[in-house]
């Protein structure tokens, strides 16, 4: 019998290709909570940004910042009723670790100051689960699922992404953050290898970051 999870909002987080979105979904089915999946394939911006990228950098970030906000106001305002866990595949933080990389000193420094408005009055996951991959590894997810935008992705880019997302969480102690490394598993594919990564994010954890090597 499934134990009634300790946590009531997760939020899945990691690099490019690294499965968040995968995990998001297996655990939401095993609990039946209510995920909220990152809207990623509708922004328009996306496919011209990995074709030109200082052009269309900041109408993507700015993009990606009204989507989210909006998504994450309209989900989570109000407890569920049925579903009171909640499963998310990204936080809305991750708009400025990806901010910081695509965007010039002056529009990041703008879209900080935007950022900050409306950051505090968003709930914040109970438990954030980061998924750690190599960028040979991610490179070859990336190259399986075949969006075509996203073949042009340059491992600098991914590396960029993965520093920036650590250093980000390493600025969070007031985060209950977990970092687990699943180079070594293929929780999509393998029963065993979902059961130990859910067995580790399904435990009591302090805040600030804890990492975990399956």
Do not use: W
């Not at 180079?183 to 067995?199: G, H, P, Q, T, Y």
Request: glycine content about 2%; aromatic content about 14%.
């Amino acid at each position: 019998m499934i134990k009634k999870p300790i946590y009531n909002f997760i939020a899945v987080e990691g690099n490019i290709g690294s499965g968040k979105t995968s995990l998001s979904e297996k655990i939401a089915s095993v609990y039946n909570a209510r995920i909220m999946p990152e809207q990623f394939a509708e922004n328009p911006f996306l496919p011209k940004f990995y074709s030109n990228r200082d052009k269309y950098a900041f109408p993507l970030e700015m993009s990606f910042l009204a989507e989210r906000y909006n998504q994450v106001k309209e989900e989570l305002s109000t407890p569920p009723l049925f579903h009171p866990f909640i499963v998310s595949d990204y936080t809305i933080s991750k708009c400025l670790v990806f901010a910081k990389i695509n965007l010039q000193s002056d529009e990041f420094n703008l879209y900080t100051k935007l950022f900050n408005i409306i950051y505090p009055s968003l709930p914040k996951p109970d438990l954030l689960v980061y998924l750690y991959l190599p960028v040979d590894k991610l490179f070859s997810n990336i190259s399986k699922r075949g969006r075509s935008y996203e073949q042009s992705i340059s491992s600098r880019y991914l590396q960029d992404i993965q520093d920036g997302y650590i250093e980000f969480l390493r600025q969070k102690p007031d985060l209950r953050v977990i970092i687990i490394d699943t180079s070594r598993i293929d929780f999509v594919n393998n029963e065993n290898d979902f059961a130990k990564i859910l067995s580790v994010i399904m435990r009591p954890h302090p805040l600030g970051i804890s990492r975990f090597l399956l």
